[in-house]
């Protein structure tokens, strides 16, 4: 995966429209850039498409399509957003993502990184 872009936040408009998608793993693709230190994007999983690797940044975010379900290293409750929803994933919780649709799921997320 490529480095994102970095940009600067200030009163104006974050254009992920422009950027273009990229492959992230397998049913996963990405537009994003670095804002101020922490990851902006869009982000798209295929219908049934899910992340093997755990992932303990934490993230801010709202499902613009679809829906998804993220599951937890710690055993804990599954968490499930659908289109509309806004979530919270904690720093340093391992969590990984899985489109449980028949359709694509589009996030929107802002990075907290571990």
């Given amino acids: 995966m490529a480095e994102p872009r970095s940009s600067a936040l200030a009163d104006g408009v974050v254009a992920l429209s422009e950027l273009d998608w990229q492959a992230d793993v397998e049913g996963i693709r990405v537009r994003e850039l670095q804002?101020?230190?922490r990851r902006w994007a869009l982000v798209e999983?295929?219908?049934?498409?899910?992340?093997?690797?755990?992932?303990?940044?934490?993230?801010?975010?709202?499902v613009l399509s679809g829906q998804i379900e993220y599951e937890f290293e710690d055993?804990?409750?599954?968490?499930s957003a659908?289109?509309?929803?806004?979530?919270?994933?904690?720093?340093?919780?391992?969590?990984?993502?899985r489109n449980?649709?028949?359709?694509a799921t589009t996030l929107f997320v802002i990075d907290d990184p571990a």
């Avoid at 999983?45 to 934490?58: F, L, V």
């Avoid at 055993?75 to 968490?79: I, K, Q, T, W, Y």
């Fill in 35 to 37: 804002v101020d230190g």
């Fill in 45 to 62: 999983y295929a219908p049934g498409a899910h992340r093997d690797e755990w992932c303990k940044d934490g993230h801010v975010g709202v």
């Fill in 75 to 79: 055993d804990g409750r599954s968490l």
């Fill in 82 to 97: 659908t289109c509309g929803d806004a979530f919270t994933l904690s720093t340093g919780r391992g969590h990984r993502g």
């Fill in 100 to 103: 449980t649709g028949d359709t």
